[in-house]
């Protein structure tokens, strides 16, 4: 639509304008116009369109998200009432913000009202005295910023029962109290919150409030905000404020903001929330993957292992490490010493090879050869894999006990071995592109924790000594 060509005209234009310094102080990437078109779309898809719609857009930026949901709903029905309001704390665009509203209402009546007001805390306080207002659709794409601990942002959400640890999180927690009952929010956001300890209590409130409607995922992260020089790994979630739950989720992929190459299944909700786990995961399986090929029902402590990140933080024990082995020196392990998921101890690095500990640090610290697993703790984006599993046996390491520093996981039993054929099945699994889907379902990023680890499922161990890929 012309129009809407207009307003992607004055987005680069204000792209090539701004400083770095000045987008990363408001979190400010603005979204492309053909994502924008898109999550107009699939939010109309899921909302009753009544003759009045309230819209609302927070963090507005140049209006581009409400102004595509605006031209959406005019298409549909051309005699519709929108009302839009928009929160924007960016004073250096809001003339552009306005500019885009007046460029709308040249073709199509509506009525708007920008707000140069905090999101957070000017609207979490107006939940809080009652005086705010409900909608009828919100569609956003928020800023993104860890919220600290003693932060005004943490004081003014904890007052109305939001417990979070980014702006995009809060955004979405303040947008789901303005919601009228079975309205829709849809927001472009980093799949962060699927898992992990933090978001756990956000994940439960989306849990309690809404039922999760859509999932689009982008597949290549490159793509999206390449304008903007964004490489977060982003998914556009529709979520719908209402106690019943669907049966079924709509899953949508596309490379990039290249929708072109867009497909869409219908998974059922159980794969996506699993109603038994306590920790809320939202799970998301790549195009045609099928979570259910191998009953993934055990956890590890039913098989038999266990996971915990390498007890040797280097710095704080300057003094008892050492490059040169001596006979009784305990081997410290880094991921220096992985190369092609084989243990290569010693070697000649900038790493210590060895740890000097007493016998009481030794009973804390250090585990008696025999099997073991080793998982680095960040794996870089250009590996096939994110997690990557050396076994490690008796005859890899020449002493009686070893230890392993903090950028490494191991995989142990009661900080003794593994069952031997436990152990090299599990490497095998823990190295299948099976698990590596898996894992990327629920983990956006590339790092590798073992309460992640922990709080996967396992198939049975039968299969688990089968396994190959
Ligand atoms: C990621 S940009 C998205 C802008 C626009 N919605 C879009 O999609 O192009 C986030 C916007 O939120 C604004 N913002 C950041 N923190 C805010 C807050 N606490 N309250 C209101 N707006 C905020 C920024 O200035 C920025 O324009």
Sequence with gaps: MYTLSELENRRTRRISSVNRLHKEEFSQYLTPIEIASFMAKITTKYCMIKDTIDILDPGAGSGILSCSLISELKSKNRKININ?????????????????????????????NISNKNFISDVGSDILWGIN????????????????????????????????VNTYSAFMAIAIKLLSENSILTAIVPRSFCNGLYFLPFRKYINNNTAIQHIHIFESRKDNFKDENVLQENIVIVLKKTKIKPKKITLSYSKGKDLSSFCEQEVSANLII???????????????????????????????????????????????????????????????????????????????????????????????KGFYILIKRFSSKEERHRIQATLISPND????????????NIIHCNKGGLDKDLAFALAAYLNSDYCDNIFRKFSGHTQINATDLRNMKYPNLERFKNWSE
């Excluded at 839009?84 to 913000?97: G, M, P, Q, R, T």
């Excluded at 786990?277 to 195009?287: E, K, L, M, T």
Aim: proline fraction near 5%.
């Design 133 to 164: 207002k409900h909608y009828d659709m919100i569609i956003m794409n928020p800023p993104y910023k860890k919220i600290g601990t003693h932060s005004e942002y943490r004081n003014v959400l904890h007052d109305i029962g939001v417990e979070t």
């Design 274 to 368: 699993n109603a038994a786990d306590n920790q809320r995961f939202i799970s998301i399986p790549g195009y045609n993957q099928s979570a259910e090929s191998v009953p993934l029902i055990y956890s590890n402590k039913e098989i038999g292992f266990e996971i915990s990140t390498g007890p040797i933080v280097d710095f704080r024990m300057k003094d008892k490490l050492a490059y040169d082995v001596n006979k009784g020196d305990i081997p410290l392990l880094y991921t220096v010493h992985i190369r092609n998921q084989k243990l290569t101890w010693p070697v000649i690095s900038k790493k210590p090879n060895v740890i000097i500990l007493n016998e009481t640090e030794k009973v804390k610290y250090c585990f008696k």
């Design 397 to 408: 390491i020449s002493s009686e006990y070893f230890t392993v520093e903090n950028h490494l």
């Design 84 to 112: 839009v309001d928009a929160y924007e704390i960016d004073n250096s665009i809001l003339n552009e913000l306005e500019a885009s509203f007046q460029i709308i209402k040249k073709y199509t009546n509506i009525s708007y």
